[in-house]
C-alpha cells in the first residue's frame, strides 16, 4: 500500500472536500494518506511520499492564497526530487477561456523543474459541468496509485 501527501490549494472550498473525500476513500483502501491544506516546503522535502496536487485556480489561472507560499518556494528553492511520482487534479471554470485550470499548469511545471515524474494525465475537472468533483476525482485517484 502508498502512502502519498496530498497538496491542497482551496478557496471556497471544492478542492478541499475533494482531497478529503479522496483520503477516506484511499485510507478505507489500506493506503496512508496525509492531506496537507496550508503546506510548506518541509512536509516534501523530509519525505518521497508521492504528492498528489488537489487545487481549484482562481482569478486568472492564479495559485489560491493558501497553496501560493508553497508555490513561491518551490519555484526560489527548487529542491530536487528526482523521479519522485506526482499527479495532478485541478478544478477550474471553462468559461476563463485560456486560463481554465491554470493553477495546476504552474504546479506541474514547478514539480518538473526539480526532476519529479508526473505519473497519468492531469484531472481537469470543469466547473460548469461537474457540481460534485470528487465524482470524477476518485475514479482517477484510484487509477492514479494504481500506477504508482
Known amino acids: ?43 516534501i522535502t523530509d519525505n518521497t511520499d508521492p504528492l ?5 485556480t482562481t482569478g486568472q489561472g492564479e495559485v489560491p492564497p493558501n497553496l501560493l507560499p508553497f508555490y513561491l518556494s518551490l519555484r526560489e528553492q ?16 471553462s468559461s476563463y477561456g485560456e486560463t481554465f485550470c491554470g493553477a ?18 492531469t484531472l481537469r475537472i470543469d466547473a460548469l459541468e461537474t457540481l460534485e468533483p470528487e465524482q470524477e476525482a476518485l475514479p482517477w485517484a484510484r487509477e492514479w496509485i494504481a500506477n504508482l
Not at 78 to 93: A, E, K, N
Open 52 to 56: 498528489l496536487v488537489c487545487t481549484s
Open 104 to 121: 495546476g499548469e504552474l504546479l506541474e511545471e514547478a514539480l518538473f523543474e526539480t526532476a519529479a515524474r508526473k505519473v497519468g494525465d
Open 78 to 93: 527548487l529542491p530536487q526530487q528526482p523521479g519522485r511520482p506526482f499527479g495532478v487534479i485541478v478544478l477550474g471554470d
Open 1 to 43: 500500500m502508498a502512502a502519498i501527501r496530498v497538496l491542497v490549494g482551496s478557496v471556497y472550498g471544492g478542492a478541499l472536500m475533494t482531497a478529503r473525500e479522496i483520503r477516506k476513500t484511499l485510507e478505507n483502501e489500506g493506503h496512508t494518506v496525509t492531506v496537507l491544506e496550508n503546506p510548506v516546503l518541509d512536509q
